[in-house]
C-alpha cells in the first residue's frame, strides 16, 4: 500500500484527456488524482463527476483558482466569476481543495497586487464556505512573480492565512518544488500547522535549459530537493491528505506517457512514500 | 553628477577586458567599477591595479569570493585558498566590497551546505579584518540555488551576519534583481541597516526564454522590478556607496557593447539615480 498517499496531478501527464489520466491512475494503483480545469471543461463537469466517480478515484484537488489581481475592476470582476465557478467545480467533484495560483504582479506594482490578492480571496471565503471547499494558498517559485504569482514564500502564504482569518476554509498548498530553497521553511511549515491543505512533490534541476520555466521540473530524485525532510515537516503538521506529483515538464509531456507513469510510481515508492508517516484521512 | 552613484559590473559587457570596460566607464561618464577575478587574472594584478588607478576610477566591488560548500575536505581548502587570494587581489585594487556568491547546494544536502557557508566565511574574518576588506554576503535568486548559491534571501544572510558576528568584516550585497520578489524585502533591509556592503540593479522579465537562467537580466526599467521602493529602503539604512549595473544576459553580450553602454547610462539615470537621496561615501 506504498501507493495509498499518491495522487497524480493532471498536468503531469498533460497530453491526457481527463478520462485517459483517470484510467491511468486506476491501472498504476494511484487512488487519487488532481483535475485541471481546462481537462473539465473539455468533457463537461457532469461527465467528470461521473466518470471520477466510476472509477472511484478521489480528488486531491481542483487546479486552478486564483489570478486576483487585474489592472481594472472589469477584468478583476472577471476573475472572481472564474473563481466562483472553480468553488463550484471542485465542490461537485468533492476535491479537497481549490489549489490558488494566486496572479503575477502587475507592472513594478508587487504591492499593489499583492492587496488585491489578499482582497480577492477575502471576498471568496462566505461562498467556499457555503460550498464546503477549501482554498488552499499556493505559494509559487519567486521566478514565476512575472507571470504566475506574486505570492512567492510560505512566510507570504501563512500571512495572507492568518490575515484573512477564516482557517476552517482558507489554509496554504505546499509543493516542494516551490517553496525548497527556503530556509525559513521549517519554521513556516510549522507556523502553517493545522492550514496545510495540499502537499504536491517534484524536484529541482538547473541549468535546465527549458524556454517555459513553468514547465521545467524533475521527477522526485532527479534533483537537489530534500524531500525527506520536507515530507516530515509537512506530516509533523498534521497533513494526512493526498501528495500530488505535480511535475510539468514539455520534454516529459513529449514523450510516452505510460512509460513516464511507471516512472512516477516508482520514484513515489522510492523516494515519497516513506517520508509520510502512517494513515490517510479520509476524503 | 546623475551619474555620481553609478558603477558599471564588468560583467554586464562580458566581452570586454578589464581595460576595455575601464575606458568605456571614462568615456561614459561612470565613476565606479565592479571587476571579476577571471578579467583581472587575464592582465595580471599589478596591472589591473596600475590601470584602474591611472582613470581614477574607484572600484565598487570585486566579483567574487565564495562558492563554500565542497564534498571533501581537499575542496574546501581549496575553496578557501582562492577566497584568500580574493581578499588580496580586493585590498589591492582598494575595493569597497569583495561579493560573496556563497556556492550551490551538495545534492539533497543543503543543510550541509548551509553550514559549510557559515564556516567558510567564518575562516576569512580575521584575514579581511587584516586586509581592511569588507565581504557582502549576496544572497541569490532562488532559481540559482543548484548552481550558484545556497543562500537565496536576503533573511537567510541576515542571519548568517548575525551568527558570525563581525559586522566591521561581514555584511550584505543587495542585488534587486536577486531579492525584489520577497515580500519580506523591506523588513530584511531594516535589519540590515549598517551591513549593507553593496546594491546591485537590474531587471527582472519572464519569460526569458534563456537557455543559461543565470545570464537572462534585464534592464533597469524593462522589467517588474520596483527599483523606486528598494533604492529608497536600501538609501534609508545607511548605504551610500556605489551601484553597480549588474545585467548579465547572453543576448546583450553579442550586441554592440557601446550600444548597451549608452542604454545603461540613460536608464541609470532615470530609473537609479533619483532612487538613492544625495550623497556618496567616500572610497
Chains 1, 2 share one sequence.
Not at 54 to 76: H, I, M
Not at 172 to 184: K, L, N, P, Q, S
Request: glycine residues 10%; charged residues 25%.
Amino acid at each position: 500500500m506504498s501507493l495509498a498517499r499518491a495522487s497524480l496531478n493532471q498536468y503531469t501527464v498533460k497530453p491526457l484527456s481527463l478520462i485517459e489520466a483517470a484510467d491511468a491512475c486506476v491501472r498504476h494503483g494511484i487512488p487519487a488524482i488532481g483535475v485541471w480545469r481546462d481537462k473539465i471543461a473539455a468533457i463537461g463537469l457532469d461527465a467528470a463527476k461521473r466518470e471520477l466517480a466510476a472509477r472511484q478515484l478521489r480528488v486531491s484537488s481542483v487546479c486552478r483558482g486564483g489570478f486576483f489581481p487585474g489592472r481594472d475592476a472589469a477584468t478583476r470582476r472577471a476573475n472572481r466569476e472564474q473563481n466562483l465557478r472553480a468553488i463550484e467545480e471542485a465542490a461537485t467533484l468533492g476535491a479537497d481543495v481549490l489549489v490558488l495560483v494566486c496572479g503575477p504582479t502587475l507592472g513594478t506594482h508587487i504591492e499593489e497586487a499583492r492587496a488585491q490578492i489578499a482582497e480577492g480571496i477575502d471576498l471568496l471565503v462566505p461562498h467556499a464556505r457555503a460550498a464546503g471547499v477549501k482554498l488552499g494558498i499556493e505559494p509559487l517559485h519567486p521566478m514565476l512573480i512575472a507571470e504566475r504569482s506574486a505570492v512567492t514564500t510560505l512566510a507570504e502564504a501563512n500571512d495572507l492565512v492568518a490575515r484573512i482569518g477564516a482557517q476552517d476554509v482558507v489554509g496554504v498548498a505546499v509543493d516542494a518544488y516551490h517553496v525548497f530553497w527556503d530556509a525559513r521553511l521549517e519554521t513556516e511549515l510549522d507556523r502553517a500547522r493545522g492550514t496545510i491543505f495540499a502537499y504536491h512533490v517534484g524536484d529541482w534541476v538547473t541549468p535546465h535549459g527549458a524556454p517555459d520555466v513553468s514547465a521545467a521540473r524533475a521527477l522526485m530524485g532527479e534533483g537537489c530537493i530534500d524531500l525527506a525532510s520536507i515530507g516530515g515537516w509537512v506530516t509533523r503538521n498534521g497533513y494526512r491528505g493526498p501528495v500530488e506529483v505535480e511535475v510539468l515538464n514539455t520534454r516529459l509531456w513529449e514523450g510516452d506517457q505510460e512509460a513516464l507513469l511507471r516512472e512516477v510510481v516508482a520514484r513515489f515508492e522510492e523516494h515519497v512514500a516513506g517520508t509520510l508517516g502512517a494513515g490517510l484521512t479520509a476524503a
